[in-house]
Every structure is written in C-alpha cells, then in structure tokens.
C-alpha cells in the first residue's frame, strides 16, 4: 500500500470539499453544489486517457439522465501528465467531445489526492450530505458500451435517488493510472 492509497476518502466519509477552477472559467465548490443538488457525481479523469475517452458518451448520458432528479456530474482533471494536461487543452477536449456536465482542473492534485482517486477514469458519488456512497468503476463493460453487463454509478445513483441502499458501495478502478507529482 502506498501513502497515496491511505489518503483517500472512504465510503461513509465526508468528501473532501474543494475550489477548483472550470474550463467555463468559474470556481467550482463542491459545497456549493451540494446545497443545490440531491447528489453529486466526481470522475476523475484526464485528456490522454484512452479509457476516458470510451467512456465519455457514458458520463454525458448519466448527466442527462439524472440531472431532471438533481444530479450534476463533474469531471476534475488532477493528473501532472505533459501539455495534453493544460487548461487550454482541457477546454478544448471538452469542446470537441461536447460535455454536458462542468470540467474542472486540480492543478495541484490536493482533491485528487484527497478523494483517492488511482486512475481515470473513477467515479465518486456523494450524496447531499456530503456524504461518498460510491467509488470506483463507472460500469463494467469498458471496451463496449452496448454489451449488458454491471452499470455501476448509474445503479448506484438510481438506489440513491430510490432511498435504497447501495448493494456494491465499491469497485476497483479499471483504467489508466494517475500521474503524479514528484
């Protein structure tokens, strides 16, 4: 186990609460949005993640179906890879995959730390109390979005939604790993 491991959230812990900036050049907390929504979802994500880029259509169709019932999906990009990184290029992978949900930087990695996120794509879900219900993969059928299979953070943001318990609270991340600062 690395110190990076034992820093993160855990479920039934208080997420961390953050004021990142967004591609829409507005400060994003997440006290905020809690006070707004019924819940909130986090994908860690990056520009060069081959596997968040298969899973991009996913997070947009989560927002849209959810959002009528108060939810809002955020993507927070705290990976220290090269220029692909920048907030420039952020702007413009959202623009070209079109995202319907806000697109924040964590430029120092501080909330990607805190939260525990180990790779991009992984989604944390938090409830209105600020509350993580749910971390880890998004769904398990990555290389092919038609298959049947475990839809993960849809399931768990539909028990939430219900007032029913969140059978599988966590999965283990599939996707590329986080690049860190030294």
Known sequence: ???????????????PDFELPGID?????LSRYLN????????????????VELYIDRLKSIQAEFAESG????????????????????????????????YLWDSTQDVTRSFGATKTPMAFLIDKNG????????DDHVHDPASIGENYLRT???????G???????TEPVGTSLIWRN
């Open 1 to 15: 186990m690395t110190i990076l491991e034992a820093i993160g959230t855990p479920i039934g812990g208080y997420a």
């Open 25 to 29: 050049n507005q400060v994003h907390h």
């Open 36 to 51: 707004k929504f019924r819940a909130v979802g986090v994908i860690s994500m990056c520009n060069h993640c081959p596997y």
């Open 71 to 102: 939810f809002i999906l955020i993507g927070m990009n705290g990976s220290n890879g090269d220029h692909k990184e920048s907030f420039d290029n952020m702007k413009a992978f959202a623009e070209r995959y079109e995202f319907n949900f806000p």
């Open 131 to 138: 509350i993580v219900r749910y971390k880890g993969q998004i």
């Open 156 to 162: 768990a943001i539909a028990s939430l939604f219900q």
């Open 164 to 170: 029913q318990e969140i059978h599988l609270v966590e």
